[in-house]
């Protein structure tokens, strides 16, 4: 049983290797630097999160929504302001990791998650658009009926082989198998090999060559937050899902350490910076790795690829690569979401499209902080709307409200409205038996009315406060009884 879970990590691995290639390869280029860089960085990042972080099966490496962040830096300042950056933004996320901060992706509601999963599976199947171009033009005539049949052939094997057998991952044996058909019937098609040649040596250590100053300093910081703050989120946002995949519980902030430390060392031995990478831990994951085995295999692979086996690697077709991330991308999109959008609260619903668009049109971490914005402030207004007051009038004739719900920002003036000082007795009674005190907005609230009653000449008498209540108001210097 242990050689089956080892045999099925290393094959998933394989497999993954092959899916990060051609991504850590255009990330690179998008971010104008030397493909190796972006492979090294996949190898050092892949590998050391895979024997430390906390979310065993996950895939990081070289990843896009990091890259675009440092075009603009490589561009006006060069490479070694980006290792300085990539170095910098490791150390904010290991910070960030020991300060025990990862506990903050239970923060992001479900809807915005089913949002982010939908919209990065669509990003997935776009990007792959970029394939069925030379360069700025669009393939045509047989180039473009060739790709079209070999993408179709690889999809048709990654969903038909299971049915026939699971001996190794559909995944891998479409690519080698398209690639393997298109070597010996000779077809022109492009390959890997007209990307960018990836042969090269090991990743050599080297800090950063730039001045170590408060003005490097001043440049670089505000780059490497963006990079930490983007590359935590899709992180955690993607342990969220592989622990729902794999029903186990992942340990965010240890996957928060070893991610740190995991570009750190990236930066110093001339790699990029990354982070989880959804669409590789999908194909990982679908293709039967579940341990750290496999996230090790997939990239002690690329370094591998880079030293000895690039003149095969070169070969593999480009149509079979992209046949399998659209897989990656069907399987990866949330289809269940579209099936309750009738069933759910249409504030849900608004959240779910909201991140889903803005994460296709922007980018991730803009759409991910749109989308709480938008489900707190919904959860703000339910709330508010929620609160209400019982009253009663006593025997002695003073009258007694109690008040039901939380007492915030948002609902201090439907709280102040329960109220009439102008036609209330001499002597009032708040009951908070059944209220709670949320913020320094409801001390403020509670504040106003005893003044509006002093105003009127009345006494409001406040009982049954809450300890937490009472703490919040002896901070305030509120008078209480």
Known sequence: MKFKRLRADVLAGLTTSFALLPECIAFALVAHLNPLMGLYGAFIICTLTALFGGRPGMVSGAAGSMAVVIVALVVQHGVQYLLATVLLSG???????????????????????LGFVN???????????????????????MPLYLMISLVALT??????????????????????GVGLAVYLLGLPTRTLGDMAHIAG??????????????????????????????????TLLTLNLTDEITESQGFPDRECVALGAANMVSGVFGGMGG?????????????????????????????????FLSPFIERIPLAALVGVMFVVSQQTFAWASLRVLNKVPLND??????????????????????????????????????????TDVQADGSKLYRVHGTLFFASTTAFLKQFDPAN?????????????????????????????????????????????????????RIAHE
């Open 349 to 390: 619903v608004l959240v779910i499209i909201a991140v889903t668009v803005i994460t296709v049109f922007t980018d991730l971490a803009v759409a991910v902080m749109c989308g709480v914005v938008i489900a707190a402030l919904n959860f703000a207004w339910q709330h508010a709307r929620q609160l209400y007051a019982d």
């Open 201 to 234: 040596g090991l990743p050599t250590f080297s800090l950063p060559q730039v001045p170590w100053n408060l003005e490097t300093l001043s440049l670089i910081a505000p780059y490497a937050l963006v990079m930490a703050m983007v590359g935590l989120l899709e």
């Open 91 to 113: 150390l904010i996320m290991l910070a960030f990791g020991l300060l025990k901060l990862g506990k903050l992706v239970r923060m992001v509601p479900h809807s915005v998650m």
């Open 155 to 176: 999809m048709a094997i990654v969903y038909l082989l299971p049915r026939l057998t699971r001996a190794a991952p559909p995944a891998l044996i479409a690519i080698l």
């Open 275 to 307: 982070c989880a990478m959804i669409g590789q831990t999908v194909v990982n994951l679908s293709s039967g790795g579940r341990g750290r085995l496999s996230g090790i295999t997939a990239g002690v692979m690329i370094l591998l690829f880079v030293l």
């Open 424 to 476: 209330d007795p001499a002597d009032v009674t708040l009951d908070c038996s059944h209220l709670s005190f949320a913020d320094y907005s409801a001390i403020a609230a509670l504040d106003t009315l005893r003044e509006r009653y002093n105003k009127a000449g009345k006494h409001l008498r406040v009982v049954h406060l809450s300890a937490r209540s009472k703490k919040l108001l002896k901070r305030a």
């Open 119 to 141: 919209g990065l599976a669509i990003v997935i199947a776009l990007a792959q658009l970029d394939h069925f171009k030379d360069g700025d033009t669009w393939l045509s005539g």
